[in-house]
């Protein structure tokens, strides 16, 4: 979050205060970085260099118009520089998928060994603690390996969103800022031709024997699914500020479909936010709420 909003500050006519947020921004990454990092701690600074990159050229061109279309550029070009390097240099779709499974299952087996110790220290049964932090280990490696596959898509996800808090915090510390704000959830939309990035990566997902492309298609599959989810929510968002539905009462909903209905909820708003595409639910309610 911090480096791309180096390049909001830095890429657009900066005043001499932005020169100076940008700087100490720069400085600030650069003592985060420093030190030793083993391969895949070196593989998230060359994605947070690209991704910048990436903005900073976007920004500097001022095309396409719009936040969320100059994300999106920014982090489709960063893809794109990233399989380049990838081809160039010789790291294969395996090795990435590698490098993440042995960095957060190491993370993982250093939680279940810490949560082993407190099991013996507190002197729980034997047996019983056992199977339950077996079982525990068994649910959680499941996940590593699970997410370690999708470890793309969740970046390209991760990214839009770091771009986002970055665009907001630009807004609000530039002397001038430059561009439309960041804008309410409820009016997020993107191209609707973005759903052949849905259709076409679904279509290399089930296609058999197509090796690296499967899962090349099941990441990009997380990516726009992801992106039509938020789309949904906006759906949403809109819908209960059109009934007047807000405040408290709204925030303790969220956090009750987060904790309890995550699945369905997720579901849900990838519902919406595909049919959004044809239906564009949020014009026909502003017409329903004009009408006398």
Same mark, same amino acid.
């Given at each position: 979050?911090?480096? $791309?909003?180096?390049?909001?500050?830095?890429?657009?006519?900066?005043?001499?205060?932005?020169?100076?947020?940008?700087?100490?921004?720069?400085?600030?990454?650069?003592?985060?970085?420093?030190?030793?990092?083993?391969?895949?701690?070196?593989?998230?600074?060359?994605?947070?260099?690209?991704?910048?990159?990436?903005?900073?050229?976007?920004?500097?061109?001022?095309?396409?118009?719009?936040?969320?279309?100059?994300?999106?550029?920014?982090?489709?070009?960063?893809?794109?520089?990233?399989?380049?390097?990838? /081809?160039?240099?010789?790291?294969?779709?395996?090795?990435?998928?590698?490098?993440?499974?042995?960095?957060?299952?190491?993370?993982?087996?250093?939680?279940?060994?810490?949560?082993?110790?407190?099991?013996?220290?507190?002197?729980?049964?034997?047996?019983?603690?056992?199977?339950?932090?077996?079982?525990?280990?068994?649910?959680?490696?499941?996940?590593?390996?699970?997410?370690? %596959?999708?470890? $793309?898509?969740?970046?390209?996800?991760?990214?839009?969103?770091?771009?986002?808090?970055?665009?907001?915090?630009?807004?609000?510390? /530039?002397?001038? $800022?430059? %561009?439309?704000?960041?804008?309410?959830?409820? %009016?997020?939309?993107?191209?609707?031709?973005?759903?052949?990035?849905?259709?076409?990566?679904?279509?290399?997902?089930?296609? $058999?024997?197509?090796?690296?492309?499967?899962?090349?298609?099941?990441?990009?599959?997380?990516?726009?699914?992801?992106?039509?989810?938020?789309?949904?929510?906006?759906?949403?968002?809109?819908?209960?500020?059109?009934?007047?539905?807000?405040?408290?009462?709204?925030?303790?909903?969220?956090?009750?479909?987060?904790?309890?209905?995550?699945?369905?909820?997720?579901? /849900?708003?990838?519902?919406?936010?595909?049919?959004?595409?044809?239906?564009?639910?949020?014009?026909?309610?502003?017409?329903?709420?004009?009408?006398?």
């Amino acid at each position: 979050m911090v480096a $791309p909003l180096v390049a909001f500050l830095a890429a657009q006519r900066p005043s001499r205060r932005d020169v100076g947020w940008a700087a100490g921004l720069v400085l600030f990454v650069v003592w985060l970085s420093a030190g030793p990092a083993d391969s895949f701690g070196l593989m998230e600074r060359a994605w947070l260099v690209v991704l910048t990159g990436s903005l900073a050229i976007v920004v500097m061109s001022g095309r396409p118009k719009g936040f969320v279309a100059a994300a999106l550029t920014a982090v489709a070009g960063a893809a794109a520089t990233a399989a380049t390097l990838m /081809a160039l240099t010789g790291v294969s779709w395996g090795e990435l998928v590698w490098l993440a499974e042995r960095h957060y299952g190491t993370q993982a087996r250093l939680l279940i060994g810490q949560l082993s110790s407190l099991s013996a220290a507190s002197g729980a049964p034997g047996a019983g603690g056992g199977t339950l932090l077996g079982t525990l280990e068994d649910s959680i490696m499941l996940g590593v390996r699970l997410v370690s %596959g999708l470890f $793309p898509g969740l970046v390209l996800l991760q990214s839009l969103a770091a771009l986002a808090l970055a665009r907001a915090l630009y807004h609000r510390i /530039a002397q001038q $800022p430059r %561009g439309e704000p960041l804008g309410t959830l409820a %009016g997020f939309r993107f191209n609707d031709h973005l759903i052949w990035g849905v259709a076409i990566s679904l279509l290399v997902l089930v296609l $058999p024997r197509l090796g690296w492309l499967n899962a090349l298609g099941g990441n990009l599959l997380v990516f726009f699914s992801g992106l039509y989810v938020v789309r949904g929510c906006a759906v949403l968002m809109a819908v209960a500020a059109a009934g007047g539905f807000g405040g408290p009462l709204a925030a303790l909903l969220v956090v009750f479909v987060t904790l309890f209905l995550m699945p369905v909820a997720a579901l /849900a708003a990838l519902a919406l936010g595909l049919t959004d595409t044809l239906m564009d639910w949020r014009r026909r309610l502003a017409r329903a709420v004009q009408k006398p």
